[in-house]
Each structure stands twice: as C-alpha cells, then as structure tokens.
C-alpha cells in the first residue's frame, strides 16, 4: 500500500464524497470517514464506544473520576495537562478549575496538538497549549510567567489517533511507514533506529524496553533482513518478528513478540524513559505546597520510576503523601474501553513547604 493512502482524510470534505473502500463497511482508518468526522455523524461515535472500540481519530480517556478525585483540582486554580492528546482529562480537569482557573497542554505532537486546541476552543474551554516535551515543564512555566502550579497531570505513552492511523507508523496490524515519532521534529525515525543501530543494541531494548524473552533472536533475524533490504514498512517488521519467533519456538506467542517489539522501538525513537526521569525530578520544583501530581502508566518501566520518585519524595519530606497502590480501571471500564487495561495511576501530594522554585 503506499503511504498516501493512509493520509488523513481532508477534515472537511464535500459532502457526499466518502472514500472508496471494499465490502460494506470502512475497515482501514482513513476509510472510517463517520468516525472521523463526529460533527456530520453524531450518532457515530456513541455507537462504535458502545460497541467497546475507539472511534478513529478520537482518543477515550482513562479513569477519569479517578483522576479527579486524586488530583482534586479546585475552581481557580493552576492545572498543567502534560499530554494533551485528544483532551479529555484536560475537559474534565477545565471543568472542575473553571473560569477563574489557569489549564495549560502541552504536547509534542504538533498536529494533534493544534486540533485537540481547536476542538476545545470549539466547546468553548479556555486552555493555553504549548508544543514541548513535558520534560521542559519548567520553561513552559516561565514562559508562561510562572513560577508554579497547582497539578501536574501525565497520561503516558501514544494516543488512539496517533496509534490508529497507519501513516504515523505505530501500528502493527495495518501497513504504514515504519515512523513511530510522536514529535515529527525528532530527527531519527522507528526504521532509522532498525537500519542501523547495533544486533546487540536491538536485542538490550527489547529486552530492558519490553521484557522480550526472544530478544537475541529477534535482533539477529532482523539485522540479518536488513542486510538484504532495509526495513521501511510496519508490516514488513512485524512479519519479520513473527517468523523469528516461530522459528526459535513454535509454541511462543508470536504477536505478543510484535507487540513487545513494536513498543521497544516506540520508546526509543521517542527518548520516553528519559522525559518521565526528567519531569519526575522537576515537578517538586514547579508544584505549590500542597500541589498534586498524577501519572497514568501502560508500561511497567514507567511506573517503576514513577512509584520510586514519588516514594523517594515521601522519604525526603518533598512529598507529604503518595497512593501506596496503583489505581487501574473497573472491569466495567475495562469491558468498554479495551485499552485501559494495563493503566496504573499513581499519585502524590507536594508538602506544605516553600517550593524551591
Ligand atoms: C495517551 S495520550 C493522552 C491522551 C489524553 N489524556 C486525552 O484524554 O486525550 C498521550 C499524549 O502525550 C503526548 N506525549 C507523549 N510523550 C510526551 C512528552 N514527553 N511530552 C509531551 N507530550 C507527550 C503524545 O503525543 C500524546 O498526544
């Protein structure tokens, strides 16, 4: 397939003019032009969440009255959403700090960004968004003339419509350029990282990055294909990880394999460990006596550094208290929202001392 097919569709098309596709319903992103455009298709939307699937395009928010009740934000207050993503915690959040409040999203996804703006400019949500990693918090602040806020939110890791459409490359089930840069000013790609870092490299990040029990077998089989033929395409290396797998032990979930695979790269390209370190010894700096911080997690790695700094800061009297078990969503939440499933929320509670910011 080539590249342009999976584009975004134009977000306002002529009416009447619906993509091509074969059978009776859209089954690649950019055919699911009713889900993707929920303004001329109301009903749409409601109908596939009912079914338990997110609508492409969109993006569900996760244990949201969870979040709130942790992170308690207060009418008047400063609220920074780290990762904005489609905005959902961060309409929650603007509703509970209302008019008087300060909602400040940021995100490294430029494009996204600017829609999930205008969208909540739409519903009328006030928010000042800024592009940037949230390991720079402190210079948006700033730049933004302030010294410190009140909560600190960040739900981790890529976002339904990033994941969803096949051209941003993160998807494993439908064919796409092998990108996986979630900030398109990143300046190595998921396909750069396979061409050429080292066997030895690519079997560490599978392993340390994904827990990959076929770690050395896989980056053998893959630096062996890419001597042949440099990979460029997700289908490509998903099939290349599956015959790997195969190969070594029958009996081996071979699409667990592309999973793991899949989010090594993913984490990689996009440095996501080292921007969770940096935002995680920052925040105390930047958090009012009294602020709260929350991380959504998918990942075991994230959590682990997550649930260490904010135990650390309670040792250290930086934080006055931390939730001393993860917060993970309902079976409910889980039955309508399939992607919940692996999410950890973590809080903690800066102490009532002068912040040193
Ligand atoms: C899981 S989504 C957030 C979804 C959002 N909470 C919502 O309700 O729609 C994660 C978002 O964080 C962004 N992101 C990931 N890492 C980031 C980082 N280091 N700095 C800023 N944004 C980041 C991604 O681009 C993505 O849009």
Redesign the pocket.
Known sequence: MAADENRMPDPSPRPGRRPRYRGTHPRRFHERYKELDPARYPQEQAHVREQGRTPAGT????L?PEILAALAPAAGEIVV???????????ALAERIGSAGRLIG????GV??AR?RDRLADAGIAIEVAR?????LVKVLSGLGLAACDVI??????????LDDPARGFSYKHDGPLDMR??DRIRRTAADWLNSAAENELAAAFAELADEPLAGPIAADLAKHRRRRPFSRTIELADVVREAVTRVDRSADANRAVVRVFQSLRMLV???LS??SH?LRVAPNVLRPGGRIGS?C?HSGEDRLVKKAFRTGVEAGIYESASDEPITPSPEERRSNPRSTAAKFRWARRAEMATAG
């Open positions: 993006h569900v928010p996760i949201v959403d780290c990762t904005l993503g489609y905005g959902g915690h961060a309409r940021l995100d490294i996804d996204e960004m999930t940037s990693n949230f390991a720079g939110f960040a739900d981790l890791g890529v976002s339904s419509m990033q979630m900030d996009n440095d996501e921007a969770l935002l959504l998918f």
